[in-house]
């Protein structure tokens, strides 16, 4: 036993309260003894270096997690900065560099300059292509505007096919000469496997106003690119405050579209299109018309387009589709054609990229009690021979609903027999421009002649499109053309003078020329 005034119990006491204090390091001394206490002593110090093995190795997890949530953090802000296709800045990105170099221009007097780039040619590209190239050409994309940039600029992909640039601090004249170097850069061929491709792009430039914001600045190249567009391919266009009222008109036309297409704002006429043996009209080709409430007739080669880019084609598609057969089936009841008559229905490409379109033309059909080989749709050239796996499916689909198939403008630069041996069609329409010269050119009729056994060696029949004279009538007719359509026969009509059309045919079946 040890006594009560024994030294070390204060001591040992001392110690204890230093590691409740977290004092691990501190230690008791081991008197010579080595009796009762010293062994309590002893203990205590052993605790003491256990405790602090654990504090230590907690430390240093505390540590190593502290760390990681860093990184981590760090991670997710570059991710939420970063597209993750292209690795470059995305949209919040740009925003903020945007910001950023307004605020620096405040300070030093000179300002940003943005440039916004939309690529021409992506979307046939995706389409034809598949997604797996798509990316690739948005990735090659990205890097030659990175190379095309000096190093102080932010490059940025907003989405799509929309990409951005952010001058910190340039001038319009250096703005305009990297954006050249660009428009150079990606005018070159993009390689993919077993095959190239070439992707413009239109520029809108925006060097900002008097206290701009991002989005203010961002909108305005937006404004200037769309302008850009307008003007043609790889173009570069600064934004003038008079834009904004081009992109105001443009955008309450759309707005009146889409009130026209869900109230009957729209017409339909119809161009007749003709036996040329016997003069019969066989079907006609339904063709919209827009009468605008203000602005008077709208030719479709101005408003389509403007549905195509506001997302409005397939409902402008699925009206045209209706209104069409129902037109048909009241001639069928007024007794004025025979089940030889078609009505032909223009379609876009975006109407084959939905399956839902071929449900749109079973429903017609069985609404109305059309025959479906009544119907003939039309799709241009380019749309049927460089489509996708997913055109030729809804072709496949169609056919299978029994409507015809014919493929307009052909001829314009795309043809292609071996495609047309494969592709479920019935007929061409061959492009006005095959017959220009025909009656004036002497080397023409052997050209159209040419056209026609390609067509015929297909299987097909070929409609000769934009007959004007009775001249070009008779030539077709002599080097053995069946159908035609233009001027010479009728210009396209609203449907109550089809009856007249209709009724002026030769009742007998000898050559109308």
């Known amino acids: 036993m040890f006594s009560d005034e024994d030294p070390r119990l204060s001591q040992l006491l001392e110690g204890i309260v230093r590691l409740a204090s977290g004092d691990l390091s501190s230690r008791i001394e081991v008197s010579a003894n080595r009796d009762e206490l010293d062994a309590i002593i002893m203990g205590t110090n052993l605790l003491a270096e256990d405790l602090q093995v ?9 540590q190593i997690r502290t760390r990681l949530l860093h990184e981590a953090h760090l991670e997710m802000q570059q991710m939420a900065m970063q597209d993750p296709l292209t690795g470059l800045a995305n949209r919040s990105a740009l925003i903020e560099a945007l910001r950023s170099a307004l605020d620096a221009e405040r300070e030093a007097g000179e300002g940003p300059v943005i440039l916004l780039l939309d690529l021409d040619a992506f979307k046939s590209i995706n389409d034809t292509l598949g997604h797996t190239a798509g990316d690739q050409v948005l990735i090659t994309v990205g890097e030659r505007i990175r190379g095309a940039v000096r190093s102080s600029d932010v490059v940025a992909r907003l989405g799509g096919d929309e990409f951005a640039v952010v001058m910190p601090s340039a001038s319009p004249d250096q703005a305009t000469i990297v954006a050249h170097r660009i428009l150079a850069a990606l005018k070159e061929p993009i390689e993919l496997p077993g095959r190239s491709v070439r992707c413009g792009a239109s520029i809108g430039l925006s060097v900002g106003g008097e206290n701009p914001t991002p989005e203010d600045m961002l909108m305005e190249a937006d404004v200037a690119m769309y302008a850009s567009k307008a003007e043609g391919q790889s173009r570069l266009h600064r934004f003038e405050p008079g834009l904004l009222l081009v992109r105001r008109l443009r955008s309450q036309l759309v707005e009146d579209l889409r009130t026209a297409i869900r109230s009957s704002g729209l017409t339909l006429y119809y161009q007749p299109v003709v036996e040329l043996g016997t003069g019969r009209i066989e079907g006609v080709e339904a063709l919209i018309r827009w009468n605008h409430p ?26 045209v589709l ?35 379109f071929i449900e749109d033309v079973r429903t017609v059909l069985k609404e109305t009690g059309v025959q479906p080989d009544q119907v003939v749709l039309e799709l241009t050239e380019v749309a049927i021979v460089k489509g996708n796996e997913l055109d ?35 007929r061409v329409k061959v492009d006005r421009s095959l017959i220009t010269g025909l009656g004036t050119d002497p080397n023409q009729p052997a050209l159209v002649a040419a056209v026609l056994q390609l067509v015929r060696a297909c299987g097909l029949e070929a409609v000769w499109e934009g007959v004007e004279t009775a001249e070009q009538a008779q030539i077709l007719l002599n080097l053995g053309c069946l159908s035609a359509q233009g001027y010479y026969f009728s210009r396209p009509v609203p449907p109550e003078k089809i009856p007249a059309l209709l009724a002026d045919q030769p009742e007998s079946a000898s050559p109308k020329l």
């Open 54 to 62: 654990i504090y230590e190795e907690l430390e240093q997890r505390v």
């Open 294 to 319: 203000k602005r008077g007739f709208i030719m479709p080669d101005e408003f389509i387009p403007l549905a195509e880019e506001a997302g409005l084609i397939s409902e402008l598609g699925l009206w």
């Open 322 to 356: 209706r209104t069409a057969v129902r037109q048909l089936r009241g001639w069928i009841d007024d007794g004025l054609v025979d089940a030889r008559f078609s009505v032909r229905i223009n379609i876009s490409a975006t109407d084959l990229q939905s399956l839902q």
């Open 392 to 426: 030729r499916y809804s072709l496949g689909g169609l056919r299978g609903l029994g409507v015809g198939i014919e493929i307009d403008d052909f001829g314009t630069g795309y043809s292609s027999i071996s495609y047309l041996r494969r592709l479920p069609v019935d």
